[in-house]
């Protein structure tokens, strides 16, 4: 079987919540968001698993992250770094802030050499999710790819979200349009754009798959931004807007991979009982077990 490796992207979450609180145990043993992911990862096939994290938060994610997948999986580490800019250009005096999904990415550049999953880190997919994109990998396949959620297994049900609704043709992913807002109702489902939606659309929710090439289009795109937007304070280069470059310029194909699992993840506090809730129920109906590591 080919080699897969799995990409997750970690390196915001001490930024965001001053330390890693939001690794918060969900499962029945103290598992994680993460703790799920790499398991279905292993069960799918994946051979290597690549963290993109902060330096300063090396000792304590091994600690409570990934120490225990000793002997299940290879686990190597990315670090994303707001000066790892292309020679040409340095950082701005008093940026905090990272400079987004794409450059995230790019961070892991020396350490990949075939096929990968890039995903979030606190985001729950589902065992189908790893195993689509496995799949389609392990058959030889060599272009980019995209997991595809139905929009209705996406929503919250404390208050509108964001999410990537994607228009495909013939299993190519034509555009990704950000739409907010995004509701259930009595007729459907509601968001900021005047469209009719039933929760049968497809979204992405950052499961993208790619060979090694991508390296190559990130720094030549990096560099390209970090000419318009390298000054900036907040500016991000994110991987939804580079991979719609790729496909408007006909570079590139991302063939739409389908998953039926529920998407789970924490945008509300009162998220949190709810997923709670539904891992419990997993592993009662016996799809994970009650300690996975």
């Known amino acids: 079987m080919n080699n897969i490796t799995l990409l997750i992207m970690a390196a915001g979450m001490g930024s965001r919540y001053g330390g890693l609180k939001q690794l918060d145990a969900i499962g029945p043993s103290g598992e994680t968001i ?28 091994k600690s409570k992250i990934t120490d225990k997948y000793e002997g299940q999986i290879q686990v190597e580490f990315a670090f994303q770094d707001l000066n790892d800019l292309p020679d040409e250009f340095t950082c701005p005096e008093g940026r905090e802030k990272p400079w987004g999904t794409g450059h995230a990415i790019f961070s892991a ?8 999953v890039a995903i979030n880190g606190d985001d729950f997919y589902g065992r189908e999710s790893f195993k689509v ?13 995209m997991v595809a959620f139905k929009l209705d ?14 228009t495909v043709n013939d299993e190519k992913l034509n555009t990704v349009i950000e739409t907010a807002d995004l509701e259930k109702t009595d007729y459907g489902v509601s968001s900021n754009r005047d469209i009719e939606l039933d929760g049968t659309e497809p ?18 795109k990096f560099v390209e931004f970090l000419s318009e937007n390298g000054t900036e304070m907040k500016s991000e280069y994110l991987i939804p807007s580079v991979v719609n470059e790729l496909i408007q310029s006909g570079q590139e194909n991302v063939h739409v991979l389908r998953s039926g699992a529920t998407w789970f993840g924490v945008t509300y506090k009162e998220d949190k009982p709810y997923v709670e809730g539904e891992i419990e129920k997993l592993v009662n109906k016996g799809e994970y077990p009650g300690k996975l590591f």
């Not at 799949?135 to 030889?140: I, W």
């Not at 979204?203 to 990130?218: A, E």
């Open 34 to 61: 993460i703790d799920y992911s790499v398991y279905d990862a292993i069960k799918a096939g994946f051979t290597k698993v690549v963290f993109i994290i902060r330096k300063d938060f090396e000792q304590e994610f």
């Open 203 to 220: 979204v992405s929710m950052n499961v993208w798959g790619f060979t090694p090439i991508l390296f190559k289009y990130l720094e030549e």
């Open 133 to 145: 994109v496995a799949d389609y990998y392990r058959k030889g396949a060599n272009s980019f790819s």
């Open 153 to 166: 297994k996406t929503l919250s049900s404390f208050g509108g979200v964001t999410r990537g609704l994607c």
């Open 109 to 116: 550049r020396n350490i990949i050499n075939e096929p990968f």
